[in-house]
C-alpha cells in the first residue's frame, strides 16, 4: 500500500549535520502521520520525530531543538534535518508511515544508517 525508501544516511563527525529523506509512493494520500525512528545496537527502537498530513509535529526530548522534520504532501517526501549531532545520535533511522483508518505505524522503510563519530 505504502513503500518507503530512506536515503541520506551517512558518516558525520560530532557537531555536524545530515539532512535525510524519505520518499513514499502508493497509498500516499492516506498517509495521516509520517514518522521518523531510530534503533542503536542492542537497543530498542525509539521515535525521533512525526508530522501529519496537516504538518502537527512532535519531538522526542533528545532530538527537541536540534532536529527539524517536515513533509511535503506534493512531492510525497519526509525529511529530517538534524544538527549539532552527537555520537549518541548513531543508530539505524527509519521511515514510518501511519494511515488513516489505522492503529499504528505499519509501513517502513528498509533503514539509512548514521553514524556520529566522536
Known amino acids: 500500500q505504502v513503500q518507503l525508501v530512506e536515503s541520506g544516511g551517512g558518516v558525520v563527525q560530532a557537531g555536524g549535520s545530515l539532512r535525510l529523506s524519505c520518499a513514499a509512493s502508493?497509498?500516499?494520500?492516506?498517509?495521516?502521520?509520517m514518522g521518523w525512528f531510530r534503533q542503536a545496537p542492542g537497543k530498542e527502537r525509539e521515535f525521533v520525530a512525526s508530522?501529519?498530513?496537516?504538518?502537527?509535529?512532535y519531538y522526542s526530548e533528545s532530538a527537541k531543538g536540534r532536529f527539524t522534520i517536515s513533509r511535503s504532501n506534493a512531492e510525497n517526501t519526509v525529511r529530517l534535518q538534524m544538527n549539532s549531532l552527537k555520537p549518541e545520535d548513531t543508530a539505524v533511522y527509519y521511515c514510518?508511515?501511519?494511515?488513516?483508518?489505522?492503529?499504528?505505524?505499519?509501513?517502513w522503510g528498509q533503514g539509512t544508517q548514521v553514524t556520529v563519530s566522536s
Open positions: 514510518a508511515a501511519h494511515l488513516n483508518g489505522e492503529s499504528a505505524y505499519n509501513y
Open positions: 502508493g497509498r500516499t494520500f492516506s498517509t495521516y502521520r
Open positions: 508530522i501529519s498530513w496537516s504538518s502537527i509535529t
